[in-house]
C-alpha cells in the first residue's frame, strides 16, 4: 500500500470498528475511524485511534526466528527452514516418545479466522490431540458454555443495532465505557436523543459505565445470581413474566419459577449489598421495558460459577420474552476482536469447528471425513490452565504459544513461570520481544501483525469483516498461516496444500454449509466489495442475519429454550478471612489492551494510568492507615504485588481493584497482578476465577 487508502478493522476489542488506513511516504500510516462503517459511524476508541503509532514503531518487533539449540546455549538467529526443521524434529520425537497429548498449542483471540481454523485442523486433525486452547478460556467460555445450555448453541442473538431500539439497558459485570467504548458511547447517544431510556449498572465499582447510569447496584462481588433470582421474584410477583412466550417457547419454567419465588428479596438485599427498593426499581424498570437488552463481559464469565451466572441472566431475558425482537435480548461484549471468530472454527479444547462438539462421536467423524483423516482424538484436551499445570507437572513436555502472553495474562503468574521453565521446548510465535513469555522460548518465530497480513474477523455481533494487508511485515517476519502450514509441511502432513489465506477461507467457509453459522455464500469478493456481514449468510445474495431467533426457535432438540438452574447460587470461591480480609477484583484500564505489548509502546495512552494502583475505599483505607499515594503490599496465597494506592470511593469497602495489564518486564515484577489470583476455575467452561482472590492489604 504505497499512497493508498484502505479499509480494515480495528485489532483491539470485540466491538469491531471500521478503520481507514492511510500510508504515504511522509507520514507512515495513519489511521481514522471509518464513517460509513455500521459499527462506529467514523468514532474511534482512544485505543483505537493510536493503533498506528503501533504500526509505525518497530522497534520492539521480532525480525527473524531465534533459536537455542539447547536450554543451556544462547539464543541465536537462524533461518526459517532451520527453526521449522527443528520444531517439527522436536515435536515429532516427543509425541513418539510421550504420545500426542504431551504437545499443547496455547493460541488467542486476537488471531484471524483462517489462522484459528488452520492451528486447529494441525493440532486435532494431524497432531492427534485436542490440547489446544486459547486465551478466549479467560474470557468468553462461561457466555459460551450459558448460550449452549440456553439456546443449544453457542449464538449470540442481538445486532448492535438494537442499540438504538432498546430503552432498557442492563450492564452487568461489565464497565464497557472503558472496555468497550464506541458501544457505549452508542447507547449515550442513544440516551441523549431518548432521555427516558434507562441505564442500570450493576458492579461492585462506580465505573464510568456506573456514574452514566439511571440505577446502580453496587453489588457485593459473587452474588450475582442471587441478585438475578431477586429480580426475576419481582418480575413474576409483578405480572412482567411473558406468559405466552414462556409457554410456547421455553422449557423448565416451573422449575425455575419455584426456585426463585422461594428467594427473599430482603434476604437478597442484605447478602447482595443492594438496598430492597433498587432490587424492586430495577425490576420494575425491566418489567415495564419495550426493548430490554442486557449486556455482560467478565464481571459473570471470569468466575468459579460463571457458567451458572450466565444462564441465571438468560433467563431473565426468557422471563420477560425480550428475545429475538428488535432492540431485545442477551448481549456479550465479547473482549477480544475474533473471539467469536475462533469460537466457530472450534479453536478451544472441547470444540469442533462449525460449533460441533468433540464429546459427539458423529460430529467427530464428520470433521475427520472432511479433512481427510482417520480420526479425531475422543479425549478432551487441556484448556488453558490445564495445559500449564500439565507443563508444570511433567505430563506436557513442549508448547506452542501463539499470540498471547501467558506469563501475564494466566492466573497464578509464579506458577506459570515454573511451568514454562519446566517445559522441555516453548515455542513462541509473536510480534514483539515486549511479551514477557518470549523470555521462555527455545524457538522464537516472528509473525507479521496487524495491517501485514490479510483474513477474517468476528465481532460480538457475529459481523464479519475482511482484513486487507496494507504493509508488509519488518524483517523475516511471516503471516501466522504461512508459519504453520510451512510446519505442517515439515511434518510431512497431507491437507496444507493452501496457495492463499482465501484458499483456507474456502474450506472453512464449505465446512459451514447446512450448519447455523452457514456462511458457504459469503466469499472473499463480498467482503471486500459489499462491506461486512452477520452470519449465517447461507444463500447466494443473502445480506447477513442481524437478529437471531425471530422465529422464536432455538437450537434445542425441541427448538425452545431453557431455563437453567444454577448448581451454586452463592460464589464457591474462597471467602474473605482473617488474613485475606479483602476480596481483589481485576480488570481493564481505559487506554491499555490485555498485557500492553502494543498499547504499553504509545506514550500517550500511558498518561491515563502510568502505573498500576491498587483501588481501595477511603473507610478501609483509613483503618490500616493508608493514605492515597502510599505504596501498599498486597499479598495472596499465591503472591505479592506492592503499587501505590488510590483511595477512593468508588470502590465498595471490603473490596480492591487492580488493573491486569502491567506484567514483569515493563516495571517490575510487583506489579503483576496475576502474582496474587487464585487457581479456581467454573467446574463446566474451565475460565479461571479473575474476580474474587482474597487477598490482605498493608501500608508498605
Ligand atoms: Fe478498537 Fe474496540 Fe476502540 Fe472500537 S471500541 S476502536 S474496536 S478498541
Given at each position: 500500500m504505497q499512497n493508498s487508502e484502505i479499509k480494515t478493522t480495528c485489532s483491539y476489542c470485540g466491538v469491531g470498528c471500521g478503520i481507514i488506513v492511510t500510508n504515504d511516504a511522509k507520514n507512515g500510516v495513519t489511521v481514522t475511524g471509518d464513517k460509513d462503517h455500521p459499527v462506529n459511524k467514523g468514532m474511534l476508541c482512544s485505543k483505537g485511534m493510536n493503533l498506528h503509532y503501533v504500526v509505525n514503531?518497530?522497534?520492539?518487533?521480532?525480525?527473524y526466528p531465534e533459536m537455542r539449540w539447547s536450554k543451556s546455549h544462547p539464543m541465536e538467529r537462524v533461518s526459517w527452514d532451520t527453526a521449522l526443521d527443528r520444531a517439527a524434529a522436536v515435536f515429532s520425537a516427543i509425541i513418539k516418545k510421550h504420545g500426542p497429548d504431551s504437545v499443547g498449542f496455547y493460541i488467542s483471540g486476537q488471531c484471524l479466522t483462517e489462522e484459528y481454523y488452520l492451528v486447529n485442523k494441525l493440532v486435532k486433525g494431524f497432531l492427534k490431540t485436542n490440547n489446544i486452547d486459547t486465551n478466549s478460556r479467560l474470557c468468553m467460555s462461561s457466555a459460551v458454555a450459558g448460550y449452549k445450555k440456553t439456546f443449544g448453541e453457542d449464538s449470540v442473538p442481538i445486532a448492535y443495532d438494537d442499540i438504538e431500539l432498546a430503552d432498557t439497558f442492563l450492564i452487568t459485570g461489565a464497565n464497557p465505557a472503558w472496555c468497550h467504548p464506541i458501544l457505549f458511547r452508542r447507547i449515550e447517544q442513544h440516551k441523549e436523543k431518548n432521555p427516558k431510556t434507562k441505564i442500570i449498572v450493576v458492579d461492585p465499582r462506580k465505573t464510568d459505565s456506573a456514574l452514566a447510569a439511571d440505577l446502580h447496584l453496587q453489588i457485593i462481588p459473587g452474588t450475582d445470581i442471587i441478585l438475578y433470582h431477586a429480580l426475576a421474584k419481582r418480575l413474576i410477583e409483578k405480572g412482567y413474566a411473558d406468559n405466552d412466550f414462556i409457554k410456547n417457547h421455553t422449557e423448565n419454567f416451573k422449575l425455575y419459577k419455584d426456585l426463585v419465588l422461594s428467594s427473599s428479596l430482603e434476604k437478597a438485599s442484605k447478602l447482595c449489598g443492594v438496598p430492597l427498593n433498587d432490587i424492586k426499581l430495577a425490576a420494575d424498570i425491566i418489567g415495564k421495558a419495550k426493548g430490554f437488552l442486557s449486556l455482560w463481559a467478565m464481571g459473570l464469565n471470569q468466575s468459579a460459577i460463571g457458567v451458572d451466572k450466565n444462564t441465571a441472566l438468560l433467563n431473565l431475558s426468557l422471563l420477560t420474552g425480550q428475545?429475538?425482537?428488535?432492540?431485545?435480548g442477551p448481549f456479550s461484549l465479547t473482549g477480544q476482536p475474533n473471539a467469536m471468530g475462533g469460537r466457530e472454527v472450534g479453536g478451544m479444547a472441547n470444540l469442533l469447528a462449525v460449533h460441533k462438539e468433540l464429546n459427539n462421536p458423529v460430529h467427530r467423524k464428520e470433521v475427520a471425513d472432511f479433512w481427510g483423516v482417520d480420526g479425531i482424538s475422543e479425549k478432551p484436551g487441556l484448556t488453558a490452565t490445564e495445559m500449564f499445570d500439565a507443563l508444570e507437572s511433567g505430563k506436557m513436555k513442549a508448547i506452542w504459544v501463539i499470540c498471547t502472553n501467558p506469563l501475564v495474562s494466566l492466573p497464578d503468574s509464579r506458577r506459570v513461570e515454573k511451568a514454562l521453565a519446566n517445559a522441555k521446548f516453548v515455542v513462541v510465535q509473536d510480534?514483539?520481544?515486549?511479551?514477557?513469555?518470549?523470555?521462555?522460548?527455545?524457538l522464537l518465530l516472528p509473525a507479521a501483525g496487524w495491517l501485514e497480513k490479510e483474513g477474517t474477523m468476528t465481532n460480538s455481533e457475529r459481523r464479519i469483516s475482511y482484513l486487507p494487508k496494507g504493509i508488509n511485515a519488518p524483517g523475516e517476519a511471516l503471516p501466522d498461516v504461512e508459519i504453520l502450514t510451512r510446519f505442517a509441511k515439515k511434518m510431512n502432513f497431507t491437507g496444507f496444500n493452501f496457495n492463499s489465506t482465501e484458499d483456507i477461507y474456502k474450506e472453512y467457509c464449505l465446512m459451514t454449509?447446512?450448519?447455523?453459522?452457514?456462511?458457504?455464500?459469503?466469499?472473499y469478493n463480498r467482503l471486500k466489495n459489499e462491506g461486512t456481514f452477520q452470519w449465517p449468510v447461507p444463500d447466494y445474495g443473502h445480506p447477513g442475519t442481524p437478529r437471531l431467533f425471530t422465529d422464536k426457535k432455538f437450537y434445542t432438540p425441541s427448538e425452545k429454550a431453557i431455563f437453567n438452574l444454577p448448581t451454586a447460587i452463592e460464589n464457591t470461591s474462597e471467602q474473605p478471612n482473617d488474613r485475606f480480609p479483602f476480596i481483589l477484583t481485576t480488570g481493564r484500564i481505559r487506554d491499555q489492551w490485555h498485557t500492553m505489548t502494543k498499547t504499553g509502546k504509545v506514550s500517550r495512552l500511558m498518561t491515563h494510568i502510568p502505573s498500576p494502583v491498587l483501588e481501595i475505599n477511603p473507610i478501609d483505607a483509613y483503618k490500616a492507615s493508608i493514605k492515597n499515594g502510599d505504596i501498599v503490599v498486597v499479598t495472596s496465597k499465591n503472591g505479592t504485588v506492592r503499587v501505590k494506592a488510590k483511595v477512593a470511593d468508588t470502590i465498595r469497602e471490603g473490596v480492591v481493584f487492580l488493573p491486569m495489564h502491567w506484567g514483569k518486564q515493563l516495571e517490575n515484577d510487583l506489579n503483576r497482578t496475576n502474582n496474587l489470583t487464585n487457581t479456581l476455575v467454573d467446574p463446566v467452561s474451565k475460565e479461571p476465577d479473575f474476580k474474587f482472590t482474597t487477598v490482605s492489604v498493608a501500608k508498605y
Open positions: 514503531d518497530t522497534s520492539d518487533r521480532i525480525l428475545i429475538g425482537k428488535p432492540g431485545s510480534i514483539s520481544h515486549n511479551a514477557d513469555t518470549s523470555k521462555f522460548a527455545d454449509k447446512n450448519t447455523t453459522i452457514d456462511i458457504s455464500f459469503l466469499n
